[in-house]
T-cell receptor, first 113, second 113 residues
Framework: LAKTTQPISMDSYEGQEVNITCSHN???????ITWYQQFPSQGPRFIIQ???TKVTNEVASLFIPADRKSSTLSLPRVSLSDTAVYYC??????????????FGTGTLLAVQP | KAGVTQTPRYLIKTRGQQVTLSCSPI?????VSWYQQTPGQGLQFLFE???????NKGNFPGRFSGRQFSNSRSEMNVSTLELGDSALYLC????????????FGSGTRLTVV
C-alpha cells in the first residue's frame, strides 16, 4: 500500500480557495486516490475519489497529474465549518484481499474569519 | 437512509475487564471495518469483515477480536483491557469494498481506568 505525505497543518481565511497536496510516490497502477474529512470525535467523512486527471463534485475538486505521484484536493471558498483534518489515502484494492484504509497523519486545516 | 450506527457512544471500563462494541452498517453494505483512533497513533486499521468472514486484519494483539452476523451487523470485543486501549473506536461500512468510499459511524469512545 502506498504511503502518503501531507502537510501537517494549513491556515486559511473564510472565502478563500484552499489546496491541500498529497505525495504518493509509490502509487500502484490499480490504486485510487481518496480524500476524507474528519471533525473532532466523529468518524471520517468521504469527500472525493479519483484515478487520474480531474474529478469534481459538489464540495471539492481533485487534481491528479499524469504521473499520479501526487494529488491536490481543492476546496473552493472555505468557511469556518471546513476546519477539520483532511486525510489523503491511496491503495484500495477493490474486492480483493486488501480492503483496508491506511491513514496518514492528515492535514489540519484551520479556517479563520 | 440511516447511516452507520455504533453503540454505545461512550463507555468507561476498568483494567482487566472486557468490552463489546456494536456496529450496524448501512442497509445493503456487506463490508464492515473497524479502526482505533488515538492521539498518539492516529487512525489504525483493526480488521474487516465481509459476509461474516474476516477478510483482513491489522497489527493488533489477539485481545482484539470481532465477528459479523448474517445481517451484516458487526461486533468487536476487547478482552483484558489495558489503559492504552482507551480510544475512539470507529466502524466503517461499504457496499463494494470501498470503490465508492467507506461510510464511518460516529464511533464509541472507550475510556479504561
Amino acid at each position: 500500500l502506498a504511503k502518503t505525505t501531507q502537510p501537517i497543518s494549513m491556515d486559511s481565511y473564510e472565502g478563500q480557495e484552499v489546496n491541500i497536496t498529497c505525495s504518493h510516490n509509490n502509487i500502484a497502477t490499480n490504486d485510487y486516490i481518496t480524500w476524507y474529512q474528519q471533525f473532532p470525535s466523529q468518524g471520517p467523512r468521504f469527500i472525493i475519489q479519483g484515478y487520474k486527471t480531474k474529478v469534481t463534485n459538489e464540495v471539492a475538486s481533485l487534481f491528479i497529474p499524469a504521473d499520479r505521484k501526487s494529488s491536490t484536493l481543492s476546496l473552493p471558498r472555505v468557511s469556518l465549518s471546513d476546519t477539520a483534518v483532511y486525510y489523503c489515502l491511496v491503495g484500495l484494492n477493490y474486492g480483493g484481499a486488501t480492503n483496508k484504509l491506511i491513514f496518514g497523519t492528515g492535514t489540519l486545516l484551520a479556517v479563520q474569519p | 437512509k440511516a447511516g452507520v450506527t455504533q453503540t454505545p457512544r461512550y463507555l468507561i471500563k476498568t483494567r482487566g475487564q472486557q468490552v463489546t462494541l456494536s456496529c450496524s452498517p448501512i442497509s445493503g453494505h456487506r463490508s464492515v471495518s473497524w479502526y482505533q483512533q488515538t492521539p498518539g497513533q492516529g487512525l489504525q486499521f483493526l480488521f474487516e469483515y465481509f459476509s461474516e468472514t474476516q477478510r483482513n486484519k491489522g497489527n493488533f494483539p489477539g485481545r482484539f477480536s470481532g465477528r459479523q452476523f448474517s445481517n451484516s451487523r458487526s461486533e468487536m470485543n476487547v478482552s483484558t483491557l489495558e489503559l492504552g486501549d482507551s480510544a475512539l473506536y470507529l466502524c466503517a461500512s461499504s457496499f463494494d469494498g470501498g470503490k465508492a468510499g467507506y461510510t464511518f459511524g460516529s464511533g464509541t469512545r472507550l475510556t479504561v481506568v
